[in-house]
């Protein structure tokens, strides 16, 4: 009789314990997270971020580019380090990563007085630098455990311009020196960014993405505005397509998406979103993971 007591009771706490397990890709199921430094290109690094004890044998990659205006930030500053260790929490593998910051030390900077060709060579050294990563990841990919068809690409301010006109601009004039090879990217997640031409995202390149955005942002448009909003004529006049055209663009060709956006927030949100771990993660494993339709607009503040 005491046997059967304990068997039914055993039996009980095993139903119960699955209502509250936590779910991989959404909960933070791990807690001791490693990180290594690989060079992926001549002096150019990443940090990859994995839970030591995860026995996955192979898991999504999201690859972290920081923002600074193409002339500054770290791969290694607290918030991409806490991002990245929030996500490898919840079974990600992470990599964030250097890249050439070709607007340092240049009299021009990144603004008005920028030449608007200089402004695209920017964004395809950025795009190049990312798909080098890219490709020394996969080549590791059996040692890193990592999925290489699962790739989605994360960026923050001139971050974010580069993972969005790595996706959405291949095919187009403007990255056609770039060499993509088999990468196909599975996603992509953009924190105040914008793209070139929003025609050259089309159904072939279209793939789902969650946008950021504060909608009176000065500096990288939310919707359709020169970059920088400088005036036409001069030097650094070049128009600029950000998430809403972007969330729209995707609405019509029937892919996922969600649009965050905040009504009083500025360019703030390429830090901000940084916060976002748990949207961002139920965004990846619903859409990009489990192919699940989302096309959803949402309303932020910066002040919750």
Known sequence: MKNNVLIITLILCFYANLGISQERYKDAVFSEIDSETYTYIDSLQLDFYHANDDK??????????????????????????????????????????????????????FGCDCPSEEKIK????????????????????????????????????????AVLNTVYM?????????????????????????????????????????????????????GQAAHHYCDEGTPGYLMLYGSKPIADKLSALGVSYILATD???????????????????NFIEEAILNNEKIQSNIQLSSKK
């Open 56 to 109: 996955a044998i192979i898991k999504p990659l999201l690859l972290l580019v920081h923002g600074g205006g193409f002339s500054s930030g770290k791969r290694d500053n607290p918030v991409e380090k806490q991002f990245s260790v929030e996500m490898a929490k919840k079974g990600y593998a992470v990599a964030s990563m250097s890249y050439r910051l070709t607007r340092k030390g240049t009299a021009t900077g």
């Open 122 to 161: 920017t964004f395809n050294a950025s795009s190049e630098d990312v798909l080098s990563a890219t490709k020394f990841l996969i080549s590791k990919s059996k040692t890193l455990k990592i999925n290489p068809e699962k790739i989605i690409l994360v960026g923050s301010s001139a971050g974010a311009e």
């Open 170 to 222: 291949k095919g187009s004039n403007t990255t056609q020196n770039l060499t993509y090879g088999n990468i196909a990217y599975a996603g992509v997640i953009s924190f105040a960014g914008a793209i070139v031409d929003i025609d050259d995202l089309n159904e072939k390149n279209a793939i789902p993405a969650f946008l950021f955005h504060g909608i009176k942002d000065n500096l990288v448009p939310y």
């Open 263 to 281: 009504p009083e927030g500025n360019h703030d949100w390429a830090n901000l979103a940084y916060g976002y771990t748990n949207e961002i993660a």
